[in-house]
């Protein structure tokens, strides 16, 4: 994984979908997980922030069964693409490859 040099933390909520942090930490040869108090969205701003913008694309309160793969990936693409102010308006997949070479 070129990308695990510039992983050093990651920090989470308490949902399920982090049940199997333990194997998320080993494949990343022991970056360690942290998890946020509940109610304390301070804690994790990237992941309040990303919530943010996926909300753009899926108002809070829809049914997930009626999102298909195919919506998701392009929800991603269009997020992923999105300059940044914090990256000096570069985009987060141009940042992420920036650091992989």
Not at 22 to 27: R, T
Not at 49 to 64: C, E, M, T, W
Request: positive net charge.
């Amino acid at each position: 994984m070129p990308y695990r040099k510039n992983v050093l933390t990651i920090t989470t909520d308490n949902g399920l979908e982090f049940a199997r942090h333990e194997d998320l930490s080993k494949m990343l040869k022991g970056v360690p997980v942290f998890f946020a108090d509940p109610y304390a969205s301070w804690q994790k701003g990237a992941v309040e922030h990303a919530n943010k913008l996926v909300r753009q694309y899926i108002p809070k309160g829809s049914d997930f069964n009626d999102i298909t793969p195919d919506s998701v990936k392009q929800i991603q693409y269009k997020i992923n693409r999105r300059p940044r102010e914090k990256l000096n308006f570069d985009s987060p997949k141009n940042r992420f490859f920036k650091l992989c070479n």
